[in-house]
């Protein structure tokens, strides 16, 4: 069974930094698909974070995190990292990742979610 695991997750103050990791587990290559992170704060809706392509490394970033926040990945470690810099309190939620295949708008793969929280 294809697993995704989020780790890294913790407390830091504003202007701080964080690196989550989102490893796979399972037979699951990564080849042809997109890895997404995603965030969801409490009494929010999920929201997109940012986006790689496991082959290729053309990533894409919401404009609320575009120029602190970098997606990359390791295809040897099949693991996807998401480094956050600047942090503010806004960042804080519960970051999920997940995995799609290419030519999907459908995420099948979800990681448990890391709590990342930024204090003022």
């Known amino acids: 069974q294809v697993q995704l695991a989020e780790s890294g997750g913790g407390f830091m103050q504003a202007g701080g930094s964080l690196r989550l990791s989102c490893t796979a587990s399972?037979?699951?290559?990564?080849?042809?698909?997109?890895i997404s992170w995603f965030r969801q704060a409490p009494g929010k809706e999920r929201e997109f974070v940012a986006t790689?392509?496991?082959?290729?490394?053309?990533?894409g970033y919401a404009d609320s995190v575009k120029g602190r926040f970098t997606i990359s990945r390791d295809k040897a470690k099949k693991t996807a990292y998401l480094q956050m810099n600047d942090l503010k309190p806004e960042d804080t939620a519960v970051y999920y990742c997940?995995?799609?295949?290419?030519?999907?708008?459908?995420?099948?793969?979800w990681g448990q979610g890391t709590q990342v929280t930024v204090s003022v």
């Open positions: 997940a995995a799609r295949f290419f030519t999907s708008e459908n995420y099948p793969h």
């Open positions: 399972g037979r699951i290559s990564f080849s042809n698909y997109f």
């Open positions: 790689i392509r496991w082959n290729g490394s053309s990533t």
